[in-house]
Each structure stands twice: as structure tokens, then as C-alpha cells.
């Protein structure tokens, strides 16, 4: 069964840049057709879909955050990471990594809150 655990810093300084992994275990993040996600939810508010990095480790990002949104993958380690530069406190969320098929969020991570306050 494949499990995802997001891992990083608690805490972000304004204008600095957040980053995070994701740790797949249980299933490769090669296999064909599955895509990596990154959504976040800050307090009070709804889900946002981030960007993903697919199968073949083409990466796509939402429009409103492309600007300061990397995603990348390491296949040695199994890991997808999530690079968001020039934060402010509105980016204060839990981040959820996720495995999407078909357009589906079919397996979530338990979420990681990131903090950003000086």
C-alpha cells in the first residue's frame, strides 16, 4: 500500500524560501501514469492545488503561484519535493503532499504545517 510523509521546517522567515519533501513509500514514483502533488490548506480556508510532477518528471503548476513554485523529484530516494520562494505569512498552511490517477487525489500525506513568521 502506498504511503506519503511530508518532512521539513515548522517555520519559515518572510521572503525565504519553504521547502519540502515527500517520502513515497510502498510504489515507485516512476510507475506509469501517476502524477505527485502538492496542495495546501491554510487556516480557515479551502484546499489549493499547487503543482505536480508526473511519471516522467515533467512538473506543472498552478498559475497564481507558478512564479514561485518548483517541484522536483528524486528517484534514487523516491521523493518529490516542493521549492516556494519569497513567502509571506498568507503562505501559513498545512501542506499535503499527494498521488493523483486519473485527476483523482487518491492518496494524501498527514500534512505538515509551515508557519511563516519572523
Known amino acids: 500500500q502506498v504511503q506519503l510523509q511530508e518532512s521539513g521546517p515548522g517555520l519559515v522567515k518572510p521572503s525565504q524560501t519553504l521547502s519540502l519533501s515527500c517520502t513515497v513509500s510502498g510504489g515507485s514514483i516512476t510507475t506509469n501514469y501517476y502524477y505527485w502533488s502538492w496542495i495546501r490548506q491554510p487556516p480557515g480556508k479551502g484546499l489549493e492545488w499547487m503543482g505536480a510532477?508526473?511519471?516522467?518528471?515533467?512538473?506543472y503548476y498552478s498559475p497564481s503561484l507558478k512564479s514561485r513554485t518548483s517541484i522536483s523529484r528524486d528517484t534514487s530516494k523516491n521523493q518529490f519535493t516542493l521549492q516556494l520562494s519569497s513567502v509571506t505569512p498568507e503562505d501559513t498552511a498545512v501542506y499535503y503532499c499527494a498521488r493523483v490517477y486519473v485527476g483523482y487525489l487518491e492518496v494524501w500525506g498527514q500534512g505538515t504545517l509551515v508557519t511563516v513568521s519572523s
Open positions: 510532477v508526473t511519471y516522467t518528471g515533467s512538473a
